[in-house]
């Protein structure tokens, strides 16, 4: 029988599975590193009372120093954890980057587990053990000059955990406070355990009550890890947020002297911690509205940049706060330096944009100013370029035929031949009708001012005989028949238009004495004729294309209707546009 159940290894064991389940709680609350030390370093616990419990159960002393050298290994990595883990807990993360601290947190206690594990061969942590008068198969160690140094080294580490968790518990928040006082009373229980086991009282000699009232501090434990919420809420050190801030920080002192500025202050001011004492300006000599903002004595701000060129400038809003104590005294300053880099260069890029699009606007405008002249001086030339065709093909013709007539009968008049001077003038004086009548369709043309505009059919074709035909010599008749109500409003425009297309032709090419033109706007239906008493001409070999006949079809085909055109030789011409409308 090599193991005996004690009082002692049965609270160890009991001791050992609050832990457990403490390790288990920390292990699915870590939220970042430093709840990972924490963590193990209660694993590290659970292990060191398991094996204490195993050694004041074992028989065999060979066993029982077995377990107590695994004792000293999991003891030692539990300390340097939780060491690690109260770093961290308390903002000084950064130190444990540092690599020769991370080397002395894991130097010592690895050296003093050597020290354990080699001590058959120097006997510097023991010298020997008997047994324990108190009994209950307990063995009573014979320490050495390593065990107090190994003790040493435990009480300093202990030593800066409870300065830190005291400093936590007087500046951090109420949250914090709470966390820190169950964590303080957790590390103080077991201490005082130890203290017991290094006074070697009689009665208790041999018993290492730091394990076994490990118990008691496995229940604060779970008291901040359900009480406070310990590794849910991570608790953020003021002077790691200060000094990771992006934003610049600079504080004086009543007296305008630099106390305190983080890391960014330094790297894009160039203040030194040589500076710190110095009054402001001194140690910011190169940047005189820092010096002129913090001779404030209001809450202001102001944007200063710095940079020797467009590449490295930057733009920062800085703000002047003014510290008061609880009377309204002035104890200090903060400036606080923001970047506004980025939100500078957009706003500039926006105003430039703004104005590139003025320009753009600008040059548009111009460019259409340039088209709409360039459009006018188009329709000018085309205008002129129609005038010139027209009066060639009309007024100009008949001009020249009558200047050829009036030389004909000047001959004719010399010769005496009176009979054929008779059928010269007869021909002048037709001539001479053509010409005027051209001549006013052409001033009817160019006095025409907006085509576009809606069509009042029978205003607008009385205007036009007058202006045209009537001033040519033309009989004119317009006739209405029925109520303009039954003819659709949007078919006057297309309806004025067929009539002016033909009484084109008829003043142009049928060398007409009279024009009527009758529109029957009944219920149902439209119709509109328009007859003259010209030459008239073959129908059956005039080409759809000629004397606007396609321009006449169309329109009629755009409001649903039929046109004919009705002529013979010598018999005059009738436009005939007829079209059903659906009566509702």
Known sequence: ?????????????????????????????????????????????????????????????????FFAKAESVFYNAGLAL??????????????????????????????NVILVL????????????????????????????GFFWTVLNGYIAAFIIFVSLTKAIRKSSELVRRQARLLLIALIIPLAGNLLYLLEIPEIQGIDWSSVLFSVSGIFFLAALYGTRFLTIVPIARHAMIEW???????LDANNRVTDFNQATQINF??????????VDIAMVHWPKIIELSSLVTTNRITIKIGKNKKTLKYFDTHLTLLEDNRGQLFGKLIVFRNITKYHQAERALEQRFVDI??????????????????????????????????????????????LFSETLAATLEKGNLERARQIIERLQESARQSHKET??????????????????????????????????????????????????????????????????ALRHAQARSVKIILRCTPGEIKLEIVDDGIGFDSSKVVIGGMGLKNLHERAGLIGGTLTIESKLNRGTRVLFNAKIKVD
Request: hydrophobic share 45%; net charge neutral; glycine share 6%.
């Open 1 to 65: 029988m090599i193991f005996k159940l004690t009082n002692i290894s049965i609270i160890l064991l009991f001791t050992t599975g609050i832990n457990f389940f403490t390790f288990y709680i920390s292990w699915q609350r870590r939220k970042k590193k430093g709840g990972l030390y924490f963590a193990f370093g209660i694993l590290a616990i659970t292990a060191w009372t398991l094996a204490s419990a195993l050694d004041y159960a074992a028989i065999p002393i060979p066993l029982k120093v």
């Open 440 to 505: 006013r369709l052409l001033l009817y043309e160019l006095q025409a001012k907006d085509l576009e505009r809606s069509v009042d059919i029978i205003q607008d074709l009385e205007t036009r005989l007058a202006m045209v035909e009537r001033h040519a010599g033309l009989n004119t008749q317009l006739i209405r028949e029925g109520s303009l109500e039954n003819c659709p409003p949007d078919w006057h425009r297309n309806l004025f238009w067929i009539t002016i297309e033909a009484l084109n032709n």
């Open 358 to 403: 003025q320009e753009l606007n600008e040059n548009l405008r111009q460019s259409q100013e340039q088209i709409v002249a360039q459009q006018r001086e188009l329709a000018k030339t085309e205008e002129r370029q129609r005038m010139a065709r027209d009066l060639h093909d009309s007024a100009s013709q008949s001009i020249h035929s009558m200047v």
């Open 82 to 111: 939780f060491l690690m883990f109260i770093l961290s807990y308390i903002g000084y993360d950064r130190w444990l980057q540092i690599k020769w601290v991370r080397v002395l947190l894991w130097i010592i206690p690895t050296s």
């Open 245 to 251: 801030m992006t934003d610049c920080v600079l504080v």
């Open 118 to 145: 080699t001590n058959e061969w120097h006997g510097l942590f023991w010298s020997g053990f008997t047994r324990s008068p108190v009994g209950d198969n307990i063995l009573t160690f014979h320490h050495g000059p």
């Open 270 to 279: 160039g203040i030194a911690k040589r500076d710190l004492g110095k009054p």
